[in-house]
């Protein structure tokens, strides 16, 4: 048995019937390789098509039409026309019942040929393009698999990328969490120790999400450990400033053209001064400041990097209390809190920092709280403290 790539089958007919309907066909210029005559009254599985096809099939008043409704399949690529041999009204209704998409007569099919053609035709286009449909489908479904492969190929290299979840450097305690909407994230974070003294860490947020805005912090994570370079052979001390860290990612993003910019906050710990020196570029919501004395917003302004070649950026600095934690986060957690408007957000985020004993683990929770079952998140969610606890 032949499986064809389309086609017609016809089954139980008398050589007679047979020779009518071959007739019929061929004067449509459809008799061909493609159709098949069997003598089985009733098709096994075996012999459905392997793709798409036409099912033409003689019956009588006595045939179990229960069988009709295995043949044509779930997805309509093998529709079923049935002929009767007598003119019957409830054998009709039994057909369409059980499963056939059109009922002829054998005794006026001569005469109803031009029905009989058009129904084969718009049957057979119409199977056509359900299997073409089927075959886009898999083709798409099998890319999205291999995009999908890619994306976790792809998150495994920013993984790594990633600083220690949970580090401390000079008594000073790194945490950060990173959840991403899709698999790979446009929000990152860095912690540079760059000498006995000093730390550099930063918290962006690349415009958009996935793919292309991961290959963003790829990039930054590469003019990071640049500077690092730079400085450890005294050719460049751009890394001790945040400002000129800032300027440095802007050139060189901004130069690339990539159509993506970022939003982010970096900062300097100076251990023997007890000072942070931070910068902004463009990011929201700022950095909260809490200690024993004090519950504060960092101020600062700038531009977004990437965006203008001329982006301005400006330097601040504080005095660190002996005991404190700075809560950086990137403009997705806004996205999850329940209140209706930003300043809302902010506020209620801000209340809840100073009435509670905070760590990292809560106030991750904090956030999460009633979106932990979310399928997707709206963006990428970026949680990172800083602190030193001294008892």
Avoid at 63 to 87: C, K, T, Y
Avoid at 362 to 386: C, R, T, W
Wanted: aromatic share 10%; hydrophobic share 40%; proline share 4%.
């Amino acid at each position: 048995m032949t499986n064809y790539l389309s086609g017609i089958q016809l089954f139980g007919f008398r050589q007679q019937d047979l020779s009518l309907i071959r007739s019929v066909l061929s004067s449509a210029g459809l008799d061909g390789p493609g159709i098949e005559a069997l003598d089985n009254v009733m098709p096994e599985a075996g012999l459905l098509f392997k793709n798409f096809g036409i099912y033409v099939l003689s019956v009588s008043d006595r045939i179990d039409f229960e069988h009709l409704e295995s043949l044509a399949g779930d997805d309509g690529r093998f529709p079923i026309i049935v002929i009767l041999h007598q003119n019957s009204t409830p054998s009709v209704i039994d057909a369409l019942r059980a499963g056939a998409d059109d009922v002829f007569y054998i005794e006026s099919l001569q005469v109803e040929s031009p029905d009989f053609i058009n129904s084969i035709q718009l049957k057979l286009n119409r199977c056509r393009l359900l299997y073409e449909r089927l075959v886009y489908r898999e083709g798409l479904e099998a890319s999205l698999e291999e995009l999908k492969d890619d994306q976790y190929a792809a998150f495994q290299v920013q993984s790594r990328l990633l600083p220690a979840a949970q580090q401390v450097i000079h008594d000073i305690e790194y945490q950060f969490s990173i959840t991403p909407s899709l698999i790979v994230s446009g929000d990152f974070v860095d912690v540079v120790p760059i000498s006995d003294e000093l730390t550099l860490f930063y918290l962006a947020d690349v415009s958009g999400h996935g793919a292309s805005s991961a290959l963003v912090t790829v990039l930054l994570k590469n003019i990071t450990s640049r500077l690092l370079r730079n400085f450890k052979r005294s050719s460049s001390y751009d890394i001790l400033s945040p400002l000129e860290t800032l300027t440095r990612f802007n050139t060189e993003i901004y130069a690339l053209g990539l159509d993506k910019h970022l939003t982010i906050f970096c900062g300097l710990i100076n251990q023997p001064e007890n000072t942070l020196t931070y910068a902004v570029g463009g990011h929201h919501p700022m950095p909260v400041y809490k200690s024993p004395e004090k519950l504060m917003v960092l101020e600062g302004r700038g531009m977004p990097v990437g965006l203008f070649t001329d982006a301005v950026f400006v330097e601040k600095q504080i005095v660190l209390d002996k005991n404190f934690s700075l809560y950086l986060f990137s403009d997705g957690v806004l996205e999850l809190l329940p209140q209706s408007s930003i300043i809302e957000k902010e506020k209620a985020l801000l209340d809840w920092l100073d009435a509670t004993n905070v760590n990292f683990s809560a106030l991750k929770s904090h956030i999460f709280e009633g979106n932990k079952h979310l399928e997707q998140y709206p963006d990428d969610i970026a949680i990172m403290s800083v602190s030193r606890v001294i008892l």
